[in-house]
């Protein structure tokens, strides 16, 4: 063995040579032993790898492959000790106080030993503190072969990583301090959201774990317990569970904050790549008939405000809070026009606030059928005030997106309509505009979603119907022919 070894590491013979099987045990266990010395070699000066070359070319039996492993983390560590302890000068041991500050050791440098009490232990360098002490990441074992795959395993986990002193803080302490860098690129009601679900679900749950500690199986068990008993207070009859959408949506706040942790290197990897969230179950799309439209229009044409409105809301497919912050300087009526560039939203204490739109795409101009032209032209012929819409009781401010709410329901209870929400307005215009025959990505530019392909994940349906429809018409025109 310890010429094949030898051999190995001089590269006079290949695992083909050996008569091994490709992909063997053996031949990965080899593998990694060469990497291991080709690794160390590269760390070591002319002195060191002396004393590794004449320990493989002398006489000592050793046995087994494990057995060379944990010889070279064995010596790795040595040689990192003596140079700790040796000073540049003279090179004597320093002891006590006379001893300076050692040099970093790298990360993935280790040692293995057999405890007192059988248990074997194991350790690497997975990053260092401010004064260039090591910080440590132990394994422990039964036995040397399953304390070395473990090994195995965190190197392989921690390549590449070099932890700080920060990376012992806990879950809750990340959120915290993740939700604060977050502060300026998330709208503020996004963050407010986050941060609920963080401290309604997270963190009574996991927010006291290390965040270095923190396992797949424990994210895993959290989705699994907020499934079947998360919700706060549970009005009668409803489920004790969140559901499904709710609980996806805390998966993605704690990938985005545990991909921030990965890249800031407090984590060696993130650990919600490996856990598949609940499945978001879409609930049926709700919108009006054309019928339905003709009667809700021609019940609220007495109310000319709310008319103009809602008419523009129709035939734009606008979000509720971008309906709101419309501009008269936004309207070009000779292009025939819309820029939107900006939404209004209620801060606490119920104060508004214009601020950017949802994404980088909801910035966008949309070109306005005739009617719509024509109905805001008359709009403005009477303006008062900077807004196309402004608040009926307070004209210098816009209307308020939750009176716009409020005013839908109160029109579509007083018309005998279903009771839809506000955005499955923004639905009916996109189902019409592509029954219409508009493409998918005139669509997507028209309502403003950050990419063509989250517009075909809602409107697919509405396409593919489209397409039957399309075939149906083909075969009855066959049809005929072939009867003629």
């Not at 040689?79 to 790298?106: L, W, Y």
Request: hydrophobic share 35%; net charge positive.
């Amino acid at each position: 063995m310890r010429k094949t070894l030898e051999d190995l590491y001089y590269g006079n013979i290949t695992p083909n040579e050996q008569r091994m099987t490709p992909g063997s045990e053996m031949e990965k266990a080899i593998a990694r032993v060469a990497s291991y010395e080709k690794q160390l070699m590269e760390q070591l000066g002319e002195t060191e790898q002396t004393i590794l070359t004449k320990f493989v070319r002398s006489q000592h039996e050793i046995n087994s492959i494990t057995a060379t492993e944990n010889f070279i983390l064995g010596f790795r560590l040595g040689v990192r000790i003596m140079a700790e302890c040796m000073d540049d000068n003279d090179g004597d041991i320093r002891t006590g106080g006379e001893q300076q500050m050692a040099k970093r050791r790298p990360s993935g440098d280790g040692m293995v030993r057999k405890r007192d009490d059988g248990l074997w232990e194991g350790r690497i360098v997975v990053g260092h503190k401010e004064n260039g002490d090591s910080i440590f990441l132990y394994v422990y074992a039964d036995n040397q072969k399953e304390l070395t795959a473990k090994l195995h395993q965190s190197i392989d986990a921690y390549h590449g990583i070099d932890l700080t002193e920060q990376s012992r803080i806990t879950l809750t302490e990340w959120m915290d301090t993740w939700l604060e860098q977050m502060a300026v690129p998330l709208r503020p009601g996004t963050l407010e959201h986050y941060r609920r679900d963080m401290e309604n679900h997270v963190k009574p749950r996991l927010g006291a774990k290390p965040l270095t500690q923190l396992t797949a199986a424990d994210l895993r068990k959290l989705y699994d317990t907020l499934k079947r008993n998360g919700r706060m207070k549970p009005r009668c009859g409803q489920s004790p569970g969140l559901s499904s959408t709710t609980v996806h949506g805390i998966h993605t706040t704690l990938h985005h904050a545990l991909k921030a942790a990965r890249d800031q290197g407090l984590i060696p990897v993130n650990l919600a790549d490996e856990v598949e969230p609940p499945k978001v179950i879409r609930q049926p799309m709700k919108i009006l008939t054309e019928k339905q439209l003709d009667i809700f229009l021609t019940a609220i044409k007495a109310d000319e405000f709310w008319y103009d409105f809602f008419y523009t809301e129709l035939t734009t497919g606008l979000r509720r809070d971008e309906i709101c912050g419309l501009k008269w300087e936004n309207f070009d009526s000779k292009a025939g026009t819309l820029k939107i560039c900006r939404t209004i939203r209620t801060e606490k204490g119920g104060a508004l606030e214009a601020g950017d739109t949802k994404t980088y795409a909801g910035k966008r101009t949309i070109l306005l059928p005739r009617s719509t032209i024509q109905l805001l032209q008359k709009r403005k012929e009477t303006a008062l005030t900077q807004w196309i819409f402004p608040d009926l009781l307070n004209p210098k401010k816009p209307t308020r997106p939750t009176d716009a709410y409020r005013q839908l329901k109160k029109l579509l209870a007083e018309a005998g309509l279903p009771s839809i929400r506000f955005h499955d307005f923004r639905h009916s215009y996109a189902v019409a505009a592509i029954k219409s025959g508009d493409d998918t990505k005139t669509v997507h530019e028209n309502l403003g979603h950050a990419t063509a392909t989250f517009t075909l994940d809602v409107y697919g349906h509405v396409t593919a119907q489209m397409r039957r429809e399309s075939a149906s018409r083909m075969e009855q025109f066959i049809q005929s022919v072939s009867a003629g």
